[in-house]
T-cell receptor, first 116, second 116 residues
Framework: EAGVTQFPSHSVIEKGQTVTLRCDPI?????LYWYRRVMGKEIKFLLH????????ESGMPNNRFLAERTGGTYSTLKVQPAELEDSGVYFC??????????????FGQGTRLTVV | AQKVTQAQTEISVVEKEDVTLDCVYE???????LFWYKQPPSGELVFLIR????DEQNEISGRYSWNFQKSTSSFNFTITASQVVDSAVYFC?????????????WGAGTKLIIKP
């Protein structure tokens, strides 16, 4: 069974440019989560999708970040325009259930974003 | 406020030694979840354990064991007879959310180096 996959694994862009990160969750997992780890800081929750709906986007840093999950399958996270402080590793995770029935979340290998 | 502290930035031991990774958390909630994840050099975050606040029983899984102590707000992780393959960054995390317990609050991580 394929795990959570993220594309690209590494992206280097200039300040002001746009970058789109993609996450393919495990098939059948309704829940999809985005996290990021900015250099030197802890991993932070960004948002949570249940199927195609945003369940919680309280962790999104600002309106330069747009996450979508069309059709409830893969998700994209667009940063437009990118700033230097957006550099870090962006993780995606998926799980089958949430709440008390929650199973473990499976993480992808992350996308390392470098804004220069 | 909620917080997870992993005071050990880096630990280095010789293979076959036992090693304990510390995790101290802060929360005002009575119901919460605690997690440990492993990040090997390949980058993905690998789930190790999830424990809810009502279950203070210690857990053992092979060479891994976890000691949950609510009295000291700690959830420490011990690897017995460490192996080189255990080398990784280990993260402790806390979730207070009931409906979506992947709004994780992460510790800074402990880099574990196992020398042959």
């Amino acid at each position: 069974e394929a795990g959570v996959t993220q594309f690209p694994s590494h992206s280097v862009i200039e300040k002001g440019q746009t970058v789109t990160l993609r996450c393919d969750p495990i098939s059948g997992h309704d829940n999809l989560y985005w996290y990021r780890r900015v250099m030197g800081k802890e991993i932070k929750f960004l948002l949570h999708f249940v199927k195609e709906s945003k369940q919680d986007e309280s962790g999104m840093p600002n309106n330069r970040f747009l996450a979508e999950r069309t059709g409830g399958t893969y998700s994209t996270l667009k940063v437009q325009p990118a700033e230097l402080e957006d550099s870090g590793v962006y993780f995606c995770a998926s799980s089958q259930f949430t709440g008390f029935r929650s199973t473990e979340a499976f993480f992808g290998q992350g996308t390392r974003l470098t804004v220069v | 406020a909620q917080k997870v502290t992993q005071a050990q930035t880096e630990i280095s031991v010789v293979e076959k030694e036992d090693v304990t990774l510390d995790c101290v958390y802060e929360t005002r909630d009575t119901t919460y979840y605690l997690f440990w994840y492993k990040q090997p050099p390949s980058g993905e975050l690998v789930f190790l354990i999830r424990r809810n606040s009502f279950d203070e029983q210690n857990e053992i899984s092979g060479r891994y064991s976890w000691n949950f102590q609510k009295s000291t707000s700690s959830f420490n992780f011990t690897i017995t007879a460490s192996q080189v393959v255990d080398s990784a960054v280990y993260f402790c995390a806390l979730s207070e959310a009931m409906d979506s317990n992947y709004q994780l609050i992460w510790g800074a991580g402990t880099k574990l180096i196992i020398k042959p």
